[in-house]
């Protein structure tokens, strides 16, 4: 069994920096790509941030500039470094990631898997 397990939430104010991490366990072999996504009550879902098992990465617009993704593949781990904290980025943040857990010359079985959820508010 896999899972991802992510940590760093908590309560910041406007301004303020908050750093998540994620960590992936159990019986796998690689890590695809990897990312952050974010959730609040009645909107869908969205893409925060993601980044390739190369290193590439890309953000949504509303946070280029003001959070960076990195990894750690000697940790099976991905952060989330966020900087100049804005009210709007209130919600639930969810890691995801693509855990090779068999390979062969034809097929690589990858499982997408999402971690638990870790809520950010940011709140004077």
């Known amino acids: 069994q896999v899972q991802l397990v992510e940590s760093g939430g908590g309560l910041v104010q406007p301004g303020g920096s908050l750093r998540l991490s994620c960590a992936a366990s159990?019986?796998?072999?690689?890590?695809?790509?990897m990312g952050w996504y974010r959730h609040v009550p009645g909107k869908q879902r969205e893409l925060v941030a993601r980044?390739?098992?190369?290193?590439?990465?890309n953000y949504a617009g509303s946070v280029k500039g003001r959070f960076t993704i990195s990894r750690d593949n000697a940790k099976n781990t991905v952060y989330l470094q966020m900087n100049s904290l804005k009210p709007e980025d209130t919600a639930v943040y969810y890691c995801?990631?693509?855990?090779?857990?068999?390979?062969?010359?034809?097929?690589?079985?990858?499982?997408?898997?999402w971690g638990q959820g870790t809520q950010v508010t940011v709140s004077s």
């Open positions: 995801n990631a693509g855990l090779v857990i068999g390979r062969t010359y034809h097929y690589t079985d990858e499982i997408d898997t």
């Open positions: 159990g019986s796998l072999l690689s890590i695809n790509d």
């Open positions: 980044i390739t098992s190369g290193g590439s990465t």
